[in-house]
């Protein structure tokens, strides 16, 4: 079965400092992508960041960068001079190739203390 | 709209009771998909659709479940004789195309589901 792992429940940073959130995957496939996703108290879910397995670049988005390690199956977050803003439930999810729904991993509530 | 719009937002409803649940997803995105996030759980895949077809319904956890999209814009996912472990969030997304290598899902604001 394609399964993704969230191991940290809870994650807790400073404001203005930097935090990685940890993800790990397991799939026989060689193509697919992957994601972080944001989903605040207000339920929305909302893409943080993703992945196309087949690039060997971790992709980066303004304070969000992640460290792509194909070979390890890993998938990390990493948040840079964090904001209250960032406060929320983060998921990291995937999509393997041909089968299209994401499956999710349980998620990892940060809170960003002033 | 600008982006997935669901309703109701909150629903609560007495065991026994059939349930609608409504998604208008991003206009010109032909694949929608349904999840269900139970409390404290990330998002678990129910139901996909492309265009009008449900292209993949393993997800739909017995035949109390049931989905359709007629037009292929605006979906519904109906639910028969609910139960209390029926309470949860239910999720809709919607993308472009399904399964190509740029689709993002979208997501919705979620119904809460509570049955009593």
């Known amino acids: 079965a394609q399964t993704v792992t969230q191991s940290q429940p809870e994650m807790s940073v400073q404001e203005a400092e930097t935090v990685t959130l940890s993800c790990t995957y397991d799939?026989?496939?060689?193509?697919?992508?992957l994601f972080w996703y944001k989903q605040p108290p207000s339920r929305q879910m909302i893409l943080v960041i993703r992945?196309?397995?087949?690039?060997?670049q971790n992709a980066t988005e303004n304070r969000f960068s992640v460290n792509f390690q194909k070979a390890a199956k890993s998938f990390s977050l990493k948040i840079s001079d964090s904001q209250l803003g960032d406060a929320a439930m983060y998921f990291c999810a995937a999509r393997w190739s041909g089968n299209t729904p994401l499956v999710f991993g349980k998620g990892t509530r940060l809170s960003v203390i002033a | 709209g600008a982006g997935v719009s669901q309703t109701p937002s909150n629903k609560v409803t007495e065991k026994g009771k059939y349930v609608e649940l409504r998604c208008d997803p991003i206009s010109g995105h032909t694949a929608l998909y349904w999840y269900r996030q139970s409390l404290g759980q990330g998002p678990e895949f129910l139901i996909y659709f492309q265009g009008t077809g449900a292209a993949d319904d393993s997800g739909l956890p017995n035949d109390r479940f049931f989905a359709v999209r007629p037009e292929g814009s605006v979906s519904t996912l109906k639910i028969q004789r609910t139960e209390r472990g029926d309470s949860a969030v239910y999720l809709c997304?919607?993308?472009?195309?399904?399964?190509?290598?740029?689709?993002?899902?979208?997501f919705g604001p979620g119904t809460r589901l509570t049955v009593l």
């Open positions: 799939t026989s496939e060689s193509d697919y992508y």
């Open positions: 992945q196309e397995a087949y690039k060997q």
């Open positions: 997304a919607s993308s472009l195309t399904a399964g190509g290598p740029v689709d993002t899902q979208y």
